[in-house]
Each structure stands twice: as C-alpha cells, then as structure tokens.
C-alpha cells in the first residue's frame, strides 16, 4: 500500500438526516475531505481528545493507549485502507520488541487511538478516489457546502 496520502482530523459533526455523526479527515495540503459516519461513543471519544477533556475514568481508547504504553507498542501511524459494501477499512500499524504488525480495526477506533497518541493518519488513494469530497477554495464556503452535504447524504450513498 504505497502512495498513501497524508490526513488530518477536520472535525466531528452531526448528520441531521441520521442523527448520526460523522468524523471528517482532510487531506493535508488539499482541499478533500473524507466524510466517515462513525458511532456516538468513538464520536464523544475523539471530541474530548481534541478538546482536552479528561474523563472521570479512562474510556476504552485510553486504555488501549495505556495497555500500549505499559507493552511499549508504537503505534506507528492509521491507515483507512478500504471501502467495500459502504464500509470503511482500517489498520492500525503497530511496533513492539522490534517486530511490527498491522491489526484491522474500526476507522472511528483507529482515529479515537491516533488523537491520543499524536500518529500520523493515512488513507489509501483509492479510498479517495471513490469517497472524498472536494471543497471550495474559501473556507467558508467549504464548510456551507459540507453542512449541505451532510443534510443529503446518507451513508448507504456509499455503496458500491
């Protein structure tokens, strides 16, 4: 998986036609985004990340980031891999006592790990290519036009 290209948590919003959030990542020095509708609970997980807010007790993606750090695994960097049947794909690619191994996990899991530990974010360019979103050269017009996608997009849209 060669050519895989840089990205950056945009933001976490709401789909108002699901009710469903949705985490976008942009592409670094694009304007592309890729919209991926997640789970309330990997939702609430990356926002607090990103806010700074701790919670009361560790969520489970604390904990993974804690087992990690007690094994002295590196979580060398979050690759969405694929999109199949309306479904996204990732791995997160992991190093320990001089080994390394990719796991398959949820993108939204993936993403939750990657904020707390500061790893660098990736998507396949097919993935890209089949789900991204092009914005507009002004930001605000960029985030109008998302805001509107949002409202009429629905994640079967996706499918292949």
């Given at each position: 998986?060669?050519?895989?290209?840089?990205?950056?948590?945009h933001?976490?919003?709401?789909?108002?036609?699901t009710?469903?959030?949705?985490?976008?990542?942009?592409?670094?020095?694009?304007k592309r985004?890729l919209?991926?509708?997640i789970?309330?609970?990997?939702?609430?997980?990356i926002l607090?990340?990103?806010?700074g807010?701790?919670?009361?007790?560790?969520?489970t993606?604390?904990?993974?980031?804690?087992?990690?750090?007690?094994?002295?695994?590196?979580?060398?960097?979050?690759?969405v891999?694929?999109?199949?049947?309306?479904?996204?794909?990732?791995?997160l690619?992991v190093?320990?006592?001089?080994?390394h191994?990719?796991v398959?996990?949820?993108?939204?899991?993936?993403?939750?790990?990657?904020?707390?530990?500061?790893?660098?974010?990736?998507?396949?360019?097919?993935?890209?290519?089949?789900?991204?979103i092009?914005?507009?050269?002004?930001e605000?017009d960029?985030?109008?036009?998302?805001?509107?996608?949002?409202?009429?997009?629905?994640?079967e849209?996706?499918?292949?």
């Amino acid at each position: 998986m060669e050519d895989l290209l840089p990205m950056e948590v945009h933001g976490v919003n709401l789909d108002v036609m699901t009710n469903q959030p949705v985490v976008i990542l942009r592409e670094v020095g694009s304007k592309r985004f890729l919209p991926i509708w997640i789970g309330q609970f990997e939702a609430t997980a990356i926002l607090m990340e990103i806010q700074g807010v701790a919670p009361s007790r560790p969520l489970t993606h604390d904990l993974m980031k804690t087992l990690m750090d007690e094994l002295h695994a590196t979580l060398d960097r979050v690759v969405v891999t694929d999109l199949r049947d309306g479904t996204f794909y990732a791995t997160l690619s992991v190093s320990v006592n001089g080994s390394h191994v990719d796991v398959d996990a949820r993108p939204s899991d993936a993403i939750a790990l990657a904020v707390r530990n500061g790893t660098p974010i990736f998507a396949a360019p097919e993935v890209m290519e089949r789900a991204a979103i092009v914005g507009d050269e002004n930001e605000e017009d960029e985030v109008e036009r998302f805001r509107e996608f949002l409202d009429t997009i629905k994640p079967e849209d996706f499918d292949a």
